[in-house]
């Protein structure tokens, strides 16, 4: 079965660091773009990051000087660092993937669980 499975959230001070890691299992041909979604409660589900397989990045207006966004191939991993972070980060953050399960199926969109990240004031 093919998962995205988060770690790394939890609760941090204002200013402080955080680093989510997402790591996709199961059988996989290839994994092409990936990104890093947010979502509060009432609110739409935020795109904070992306980063395609040759490891193009771009981040959200709101994230630019504190998150970066990166990926291990090799791992079938896709990292989010979040830096400085402030209270408005505090959401729930799920990962999300284009995968290719094999050379006769389509790319399909993937999701994570999500993991809760809560900044303090």
């Known amino acids: 079965q093919v998962q995205l499975v988060e770690s790394g959230g939890g609760l941090v001070q204002a200013g402080g660091s955080l680093r989510l890691s997402c790591a996709a299992s199961?059988?996989?041909?290839?994994?092409?773009?990936m990104a890093w979604y947010r979502q509060t409660p009432g609110k739409q589900r935020e795109l904070v990051a992306t980063i395609t397989r040759g490891g193009r990045t771009n981040c959200a207006d709101s994230v630019k000087d504190r998150f970066t966004i990166s990926r291990d191939n090799a791992k079938n991993t896709v990292y989010l660092q979040m830096n400085s972070l402030k209270p408005e980060d505090t959401a729930v953050y799920y990962c999300n993937a284009d995968l290719t399960l094999s050379w006769y199926t389509q790319t399909q969109n993937y999701w994570g669980q999500g993991t809760q990240v809560t900044v303090s004031s």
């Open positions: 199961g059988r996989i041909l290839r994994i092409n773009d």
